[in-house]
């Protein structure tokens, strides 16, 4: 058997396996780079989603908020103390009167008035239809010479066609002058 000896000053290596071994570090660092590379772009992906998710929460978030301020600016509106309640009762009760013709009231009660008895006063209780065209509880007090008047009046009121429909109605006591005051509520409807 032969034994082969090399006695030079640079031995022989066996470079095959030092280019493989190179090879192999420059592919697994080329391959890192890429996984990396490509790690790096998805986590870049998910945080801009997130990034538009949480600027979308935002934004619902301020949306909800100034439609809270909103409903709570329409609450302190539309909550009024007992006195603006009173007063918006009384500024709409104005205004019903104000459609409710007391020319024409008066100058339609003239009409069924006994020759011998006159009107003292006249007052509207209240409105009642108004978006029908302005019906009326009306009460009238009236003074006459004898106690027939009222009947008689009474029964012309009853034969107005619907323009007035009778109530109670009330006798007083006969005055010092010998005149009858008496009271005929109506509900008055003009045509």
Not at 2 to 13: D, G, T
Not at 45 to 63: G, L, T, W, Y
Not at 171 to 186: K, L, S, W
């Amino acid at each position: 058997m032969q034994i082969s000896v090399n006695l030079s000053k640079r031995p022989f290596f066996n470079h095959r396996l030092f280019w493989i071994g190179l090879g192999v570090v420059f592919l697994m660092s080329l391959w890192l780079a890429l996984w990396v590379a490509g790690q790096t772009s998805l986590v870049s992906a998910r945080a801009d989603q997130i990034e538009s998710q949480i600027k979308r929460n935002e934004d619902e978030v301020a949306r909800i908020n100034e439609e809270e301020e909103r409903k709570k600016r329409e609450i302190r509106l539309a909550v009024m103390s007992e006195e603006q309640a009173f007063e918006l009762a009384s500024a709409r009760q104005l205004i019903e009167r104000k459609a409710f013709s007391w020319n024409r009231l008066i100058t339609d009660i003239e009409g069924y008035v006994p020759n011998d008895a006159r009107i003292l006063s006249i007052k509207v209780n209240e409105i009642l239809d108004a978006n029908e065209g302005a019906a009326a509880a009306v009460e009238i007090k009236a003074i006459s010479k004898a106690p027939a008047q009222m009947t008689e009046m009474m029964t012309r009121l009853n034969d107005s066609k619907g323009l007035f429909t009778l109530g109670q109605s009330a006798q007083e006591q006969i005055t010092d002058t010998n005149e009858v005051p008496f009271t005929i509520n109506v509900t008055y409807r003009p045509n």
